[in-house]
C-alpha cells in the first residue's frame, strides 16, 4: 500500500457523519456543506437537450470553449477579471482544481501555506503532493482576519503557495481588500502563487461583498464552482482561473487522473450561466435568512456566542464557555440533541473552541434543531 494514503485518515465531516450513523435515530443533518434547493428548472431541462444533441462522449481537454467563454464573460462581469480563454480550464468540481494546482507547482518538499481554520479536505490534500503544509491563522479576535505578520514569518525560500478561502469556510469571513492588496505585495515580493478557493462567493450577507483575489494580484489563482452557486454538487463542475502556465500544467493533471468533467455536466453549467443567473442571488437570501435565524437562536442560549458570518453557508459560534473539546461537544449534541454539527478543531487546531454549522436545510428543521440544542444544554447544566 501507499504509505502516504494509508496514514490520512477521514475528515472530521466524514468522521462525524460516521458517528452520527452509528448513533442513529431521528437527526437533524447540519454537518455536511450542501444547498438543499433544487437546481433552477433550466438545468433540468440541459440535462435532456445535452442527450438528445448527443453530448455523450468525451468532452474536450479543459473544457468546452463556449462554456469557457461564457466563464470568461462571467468572470469580467461579476468579479472585474479580464482574462484570456486559456487562463480558464474547466474540471470535475472544485476539489479536482485545487489537486491539479497543487500538483502542478509543488515538488517534494515545497511548502503550501494555508490559512486556518479552512477547509478539512485540504490538510488530507496536500500530503498527497510530497509538500510541506504550513498554516497562518486566521484570528478570532480580528473576525477571522488574517494575520499577515505572522504570514510574513512563515515565509521561505521552498514556499510555492499560499492558500486561501474567501468567503472562508467554516467561519464565514470574507477578503478585505487592504488584506488582499498585502498578499499581492508578498506574493509578487517572492514569487508565491496565492490560490484562492472561492467555492461560496455567492454567498455573502448583510451588504458585504465578495472580492476575488485574482482582482488585485497577478501572481493568483482562483477557484470557483458551479456546486454552490447553482446547487449542482453532484454534477461536479469546477474551474480554475489562473496564469497560462498554470493552467497548462494542471490541464494535465485533470486529464492523466480522470479529473474532467462530464460532457453532459459541462452543458448544464453552460445553461445555469446563460439562463439561470438570478438564481445564486435568489438563494443566497434564502440563506442570509436562515442565517439570521440560527445566529439569533444560538445566541439566546447560555454559554454560546454566536457572530454573524459575512458569507459562506455556515454559521460558526462560540461554544468555548460550554467545552474545551469542540469534537466531542458535537458528539454530545448527536447522543443527546440529535443533532449533527461539527466540532471546529476539524478545520485545524486554531478552530477549537467553535462548532460548524450548516444552513443547508429548511428554516423548519433549523428551528428545530436549535430548540433540541437548547433543551440538550440546559439539561447538561
Known sequence: MNQIV???????????????????????????GDIDLPPPQVIREALTEAYEEGYTHYPPFGGYPDLIEAIREKLSRENNLDVNPENICVAAGGTVVLFAVFHSLVNPGDEIISVEP?????????????????TVRLRADWGFKL??????????????????????NPSGAILDKETALEIARLADKHG?????????EKYVYDGNQHLSIASVCENAAIMQSFS?????????????VAPKAVVEQA??????AGGYASSISQRCALKALQKASDFPSRTAKEFERRMHLLADGLDQIPGIRCPRPQGSIYVWPDISQLSRDSVEFARFLVRKAGVVTVGGRAFGESGEGFLRISLGSPLTDLKRALERIQEAVHLSE
Open 6 to 32: 494509508e496514514k490520512l485518515g477521514r475528515s472530521g465531516i466524514g468522521e462525524m457523519s460516521r458517528y452520527a450513523a452509528g448513533v442513529g435515530g431521528d437527526l437533524i443533518r447540519l454537518e455536511v
Open 251 to 256: 490541464i494535465k493533471v485533470i486529464s492523466y
Open 192 to 200: 508565491i502563487l496565492v490560490v484562492s478557493d472561492e467555492e461560496y
Open 228 to 240: 454552490k452557486s447553482f446547487a449542482m454538487s453532484g454534477f461536479r463542475v469546477g474551474y480554475l
Open 118 to 134: 479552512n477547509w478539512s479536505h485540504i490538510a488530507l490534500m496536500i500530503p498527497l503532493t510530497h509538500g510541506v503544509m504550513k
Open 147 to 168: 494575520d499577515v505578520e505572522e504570514l510574513k514569518d512563515k515565509i521561505t525560500a521552498r514556499t510555492r503557495i499560499l492558500l486561501i478561502n474567501t468567503p472562508n
